[in-house]
């Protein structure tokens, strides 16, 4: 998760290989949470505005201090095979969506292009 400039904005680490990460992200470990899951947790409305108020907004760029992070919030079931589920269906629909924000901007060049040719 970043906590420097954009705090909030997850991804999922998808290796074991040694990393060097910057300073400005904060790896987030939990053994009982699915990653997925903890991705989609974060990135929801409730656990994003936990952030905002936790954030020193007086920083340039804002940024949210790791002892603040620890301190939020983020329900779960208790059950790791409903959250697996969970995740995976987030995942999948994440994955459906940029799928067509790539279809969108491939039609957005052909309308360009169409016009283009239409009024030359």
């Not at 108020?53 to 760029?61: E, G, K, M, S």
């Amino acid at each position: 998760m970043t906590r420097i400039g954009d705090v909030g904005t997850t991804n999922v680490v998808e290796t074991n290989e040694p990393i060097a990460y910057y300073v400005s992200l904060a790896l987030l470990k939990h053994k009982k949470l699915d990653p997925y899951f903890l991705k989609e947790c974060i990135s929801s409305e409730t656990v994003q505005k936990e952030l905002w108020h936790r954030t020193l907004h007086i920083a340039f760029p804002k940024k949210i201090n790791k002892n603040e992070i620890e301190k939020v919030t983020v329900p779960y079931p208790k059950s790791e095979d409903e959250q697996k589920q969970i995740g995976a269906f987030f995942k999948q629909m994440s994955n459906l969506i940029t799928l067509h924000k790539h279809e969108l901007e491939k039609l957005k060049i052909i309308k360009k292009s169409c016009f283009e040719k239409v009024f030359v």
